[in-house]
C-alpha cells in the first residue's frame, strides 16, 4: 500500500510538472500589468476563451486585434439582428459591424450599449460567461468594482485625443496584442499607422504657408450628429497633412461648435470646405429653411465643398480617420496625390486593419452618400 502511495504521490509530481512546462512553453504565465488608466491588473496572456466588450470603442479595439470568435456576449448596439437596439448608428459606417456582424448576432447580450449607456451591466456579463472583460468606461473605482463583481480582470482601454494617431491608442493596440497572442499582429498594425502618417506628411511638408488653401471642416460628429457649426480648430488629420485650418482662437482643442455670426467672419477664408458625412442630414433641412446661410462662405460659391466618410459612430472609427486624412490631402493638394485612388486607399486601409476589402460596403451605408466626393450642392442640398 506505502509503494501504490508513493507511485500515485510520484505521478502526481510529474503531472503538476508536465503542465507547469505546458504552461511555460505556451506563455500562459500570470503577470501584473497596467491597462491604459493605471489600474494594475493579473493576467494570464494568451490563456483567455471567452471575452466580453463593454463601453464605447472597446469591442471595435478588440476587432483589429483579438480573434472574434473568442467573443462570448456583444452589446445590442453591435448586434444588426436584434429589433429593440439603440439605433442611432445604423446609417452609418461602422466597419466592424461590417467585417464581423455575422458574428456579433450569433452571440447573447452582455448589455445595452450605445452613447446614453453609462454603466456596465453585471448580470448580464456574468451571464455571458466572461473569462476576461475588455472596457472603454475609464473610471478607476467603477472598474476595480466591476472586476471584484465578475471575479475576472478587467481590463480597460483608452485612445486619446488624437484618435488613431495618438500614442494610447498604439498602446491600447499593443496592450490587446499582450492579452491575446497578437504582439505581431499589434506592432504591424501600429508600423503602418505610422507610415501612413509619415507619408501623408512628407507628400505635404514642402508646400509653402502661402499657398496653402484655407480649409474649414465640420459636421463633426460629438455625442450625436452636428450640423455645419461643429468643427476642431487642432485638426489632427489637418496637422498630419500640413493643411491650413481656417478655425483658431476657440476655447479649446476638442470638437465643437461655433457661432453662426464666426461662422459668416470665415466665409471669405474658406477656400474648401469638408463636411463629415454622418451631418449632412441635419444641414440638409436647415439649408432648406434658410437658403443664404452658406451665402459669405466663398468655398460654397466656389463650388468646393467636399464630403469625408463619418468616423465617430459609438466612438471613433479608427481606420476611417485614418482613411480621412488622405482624403482630405488629396482634396486640398491635388496635384500631390495624383496617384491616389480613395476606393483602393480605402481597401488597403481595412485591409491592414480586417484582412478585408470593405470600401464597396462602406460607401453603401445610407450615411455615407456613395463615398468619398466632390458635393454638387445645388443638387445635394435643394
Request: glycine letters at 8%; a negative charge; hydrophobic letters at 45%.
Amino acid at each position: 500500500m506505502k509503494t501504490i502511495r508513493i507511485l500515485s504521490l510520484a505521478i502526481a509530481v510529474m503531472l503538476l510538472l508536465t503542465c507547469c512546462a505546458f504552461a511555460e512553453a505556451d506563455g500562459a504565465q500570470a503577470v501584473t500589468l497596467t491597462d491604459m488608466i493605471g489600474r494594475e491588473v493579473e493576467v494570464v496572456p494568451g490563456s483567455y476563451s471567452r471575452v466580453v466588450c463593454i463601453g464605447a470603442g472597446a469591442l471595435r479595439m478588440f476587432s483589429y486585434i483579438g480573434d472574434t470568435a473568442l467573443l462570448c456576449g456583444v452589446e445590442d448596439i453591435d448586434n444588426p439582428t436584434l429589433a429593440e437596439r439603440p439605433k442611432m448608428f445604423d446609417s452609418v459606417a461602422r466597419p466592424y459591424v461590417i467585417a464581423y456582424g455575422d458574428v456579433f448576432s450569433a452571440l447573447p447580450s452582455c448589455g445595452v450599449g450605445g452613447p446614453n449607456a453609462q454603466a456596465a451591466e453585471v448580470e448580464k456579463i456574468l451571464a455571458c460567461n466572461p473569462d476576461i472583460v475588455i472596457s472603454e468606461y475609464e473610471d478607476v473605482e467603477k472598474e476595480d468594482a466591476l472586476q471584484e463583481q465578475l471575479g475576472v480582470p478587467v481590463v480597460t482601454l483608452k485612445t486619446g485625443p488624437l484618435g488613431v494617431f495618438d500614442d494610447s491608442f498604439k498602446q491600447s493596440m499593443r496592450l490587446l496584442g499582450t492579452l491575446f497572442g497578437g504582439a505581431d499582429r499589434a506592432e504591424a498594425l501600429v508600423a503602418f499607422i505610422e507610415g501612413e502618417a509619415a507619408e501623408i506628411s512628407a507628400r505635404t511638408a514642402d508646400v509653402a504657408e502661402a499657398d496653402r488653401p484655407g480649409v474649414y471642416i465640420c459636421g463633426l460628429g460629438n455625442w450625436g450628429t452636428t450640423n455645419h457649426l461643429m468643427t476642431a480648430q487642432n485638426y489632427v488629420s489637418f496637422n498630419i497633412a500640413n493643411v491650413r485650418n481656417v478655425v483658431s482662437d476657440l476655447e479649446n482643442n476638442g470638437i465643437q461648435p461655433i457661432e453662426a455670426e464666426k461662422f459668416v467672419a470665415l466665409g471669405e477664408d474658406m477656400d474648401i470646405i469638408i463636411m463629415d458625412a454622418a451631418a449632412v442630414k441635419n444641414i440638409i433641412p436647415l439649408f432648406q429653411e434658410d437658403g443664404a446661410m452658406f451665402d459669405t462662405c466663398k468655398a460654397w460659391q466656389d463650388g468646393e465643398v467636399y464630403l469625408e466618410m463619418a468616423y465617430n459612430a459609438y466612438y471613433t472609427n479608427y481606420e476611417i480617420a485614418l482613411i480621412n486624412t488622405w482624403f482630405i490631402a488629396k482634396t486640398v493638394y491635388p496635384e500631390l496625390f495624383e496617384d491616389i485612388d480613395m476606393t483602393a486607399k480605402t481597401n488597403e486601409v481595412t485591409q491592414a486593419f480586417y484582412g478585408r476589402d470593405l470600401a464597396d460596403a462602406i460607401f453603401a451605408c445610407p450615411s455615407s452618400f456613395g463615398g468619398y466626393q466632390k458635393i454638387d450642392t445645388a443638387a445635394f442640398f435643394g
